[in-house]
């Protein structure tokens, strides 16, 4: 068959849209979905996004890692998807749709994306790391010289050795100033390093806010494909009205033969 996609990109993780409005994707086909986003012998990306119709909201969010696997939420993945519903004119300036981990309520205006997450009600502490679910699982550690951080090898290291097969993904964090962190992620389902995770950026905001390295509930966190920022209200121990904020843009259309 002939396969419709779009190309975007949030600070450089990149994902593979499909309309499937019509519901003619595959989508138990999970070495079609490694196959398209192999960079060698497909069109290449961190993951694939599916827009499917949604009974009630605008529209349903199925993600899966370039493993070709079904994942867990993806924070980029669904800025794009907001932007890629308002190009198809599913969505205006607004949108709600659902997405594995429930409902999400998002806005956008030009290309800046600013999607609420779920709240987090329970953050762990461990030692020398924070770990908590922000739709995804993420282990999040405090480094120095993450610029020179062997972050695939002591990513991958982590996520097989202490999260077993399950696994999580690893987020390794510097502290720039005061409300400003850098991060690198390990993702689990790419095993590898991505340029941004988005999940993993939330995760990081609300670990620095949690262990007392921000006292702001706005937080800059600067990725290697880019700047993304994330605002958020603490609840007792946790956190909620947590939004992520960022750049997505479409890259390039094309057809693919699968
Ligand atoms: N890139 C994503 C994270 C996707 C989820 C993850 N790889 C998993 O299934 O564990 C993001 O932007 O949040």
Redesign the pocket.
């Known amino acids: 068959m002939l396969l419709k996609f779009y190309k975007y990109q949030?600070t450089g993780?990149d994902f593979i849209m499909v309309d499937n409005r019509k519901e003619t994707f595959p989508k138990t086909n999970t070495k079609l979905v490694a196959t398209l986003c192999d960079r060698k012998f497909g069109i290449g990306a961190?993951?694939l996004i599916l827009l499917d119709n949604d009974p009630v909201e605008d529209f349903r969010m199925i993600?899966y890692?370039s493993d070709g696997r079904p994942?867990?939420?993806?924070?980029?993945?669904?800025r794009c998807l907001v932007a890629f519903a308002k190009q198809l004119g599913v969505i205006d300036a607004q949108a709600t749709f659902t997405a594995v981990d429930g409902l999400h309520e998002a806005s956008i205006e030009k290309d800046i994306v600013s999607l609420r997450m779920q709240d987090v009600a329970k953050i762990d502490q461990g030692p020398g790391y924070t770990f908590l679910d922000t739709?995804?699982?993420h282990h999040v550690q405090v480094v120095n010289d993450l610029a020179n951080m062997e972050v695939y090898k002591e990513g991958k290291r982590l996520r097989y050795d202490r999260y077993g097969e399950k696994?999580?993904?690893i987020n390794f964090v510097e502290l720039l100033d005061d409300g400003t962190f850098s991060v690198r992620?390990y993702?689990?389902?790419?095993e590898d390093e991505?340029l941004?995770?988005?999940?993993?950026?939330?995760a990081t905001a609300l670990a620095m806010h949690k262990i007392g390295k921000t006292t702001s509930g706005e937080v800059s966190v600067k990725t290697q494909g880019g700047k993304l920022k994330v605002k958020f209200d603490t609840i007792g121990d946790g956190y909620h009205q947590i939004y992520l904020i960022g750049p997505a843009k479409m890259v390039y259309k094309g057809e693919v033969l699968c």
Do not use: A, I, L, Q
């Not at 994942?71 to 669904?78: E, R, V």
């Not at 993702?187 to 790419?190: A, T």
């Open positions: 949030g993780n961190d993951g993600y890692n994942g867990s939420m993806c924070g980029n993945g669904g739709g995804s699982p696994g999580s993904n992620t993702e689990r389902g790419v991505t941004s995770c988005g999940t993993g950026v939330t």
